[in-house]
């Protein structure tokens, strides 16, 4: 059963890059089977796609975002990343990476715990 | 983008009721359509996928359906684990877009 796990700086300060990793475990991220996204919540607000990844490297991501987000892809250590750079308080909020098997279109059927960043001088 | 209404907002409902949630797409979104039930503090799951897909373990009294525009989930019979709030996603083009979603409360 693949599961993911957030990691990475719970506070942030503006003007600064966000860094997360997102560890895949029970899978094989290099596997053609699965492609990976984050999504974000601000507190007490609803979800927001951040961007995808695929297997075979191509990215897409929220027009809105785009500029500043970069996703990619550790094969080695089976983990796939987001960098978010110049970020503002509107940032701030948990921060889910996800997975879609293939087959599922993009709804993303694995979901990692999420955690929360905060961005804050 | 393509915008996702949901409809209602929040809802009061009693165990045991049929309940209905609506999303419609502000343009046709041929089934590309997924719905999730997330908790306070806890990750979305995914429940249904390709508008009435029912995602391995979610109990069938979660269907969905629809075409084009508007979509429904139903959830047949409310049991207590059930109060939560839902969105809809679609995935039939980037940017990926999800409904504001709806609270579903006991009432």
């Known amino acids: 059963q693949l599961q993911l796990q957030e990691s990475g700086p719970g506070l942030v300060k503006p003007s600064e890059t966000l860094s997360l990793t997102c560890t895949v475990s029970?899978?094989?991220?290099?596997?053609?089977?699965?492609?990976w996204g984050w999504i974000r919540q601000p507190p007490g607000k609803g979800l927001e796609w951040i961007g995808s990844?695929?297997?075979?490297?191509?990215?897409y991501y929220n027009p809105s975002l785009k500029s500043r987000v970069t996703i990619s892809v550790d094969t080695s250590k089976n983990q796939f990343s987001l960098k978010l750079s110049s970020v503002t308080a509107a940032d701030t909020a948990v921060y889910y990476c996800?997975?879609?098997?293939?087959?599922?279109?993009?709804?993303?059927?694995?979901w990692g715990q999420g955690t929360m960043v905060t961005v804050s001088s | 983008d393509i915008q996702m209404t949901q409809s209602p907002s929040s809802l009061s409902a009693s165990v045991g009721d049929r309940v209905t949630i609506t999303c419609r797409a502000s343009?046709?979104?041929?089934?590309?359509l997924a719905w999730y039930q997330q908790k306070p503090g806890k990750a979305p799951k995914l429940l249904l996928y390709?508008?009435?897909r029912l995602e391995s373990g979610v109990p069938s009294r979660f269907s969905g359906s629809g075409s084009g525009t508007d979509y429904t989930l139903t959830i047949s019979s409310l049991q207590p684990e059930d109060f939560a709030t839902y969105y809809c996603?679609?995935?039939?083009?980037?940017?990926?877009?999800f409904g504001q979603g709806t609270r579903l409360e006991i009432k």
């Open positions: 996800a997975s879609t098997e293939t087959g599922r279109g993009d709804a993303f059927d694995i």
């Open positions: 029970g899978g094989s991220i290099s596997s053609s089977s699965y492609y």
């Open positions: 990844i695929y297997y075979s490297g191509s990215t």
């Open positions: 343009q046709g979104i041929s089934n590309s």
């Open positions: 390709a508008a009435s």
């Open positions: 996603q679609q995935y039939y083009s980037t940017p990926i877009t």
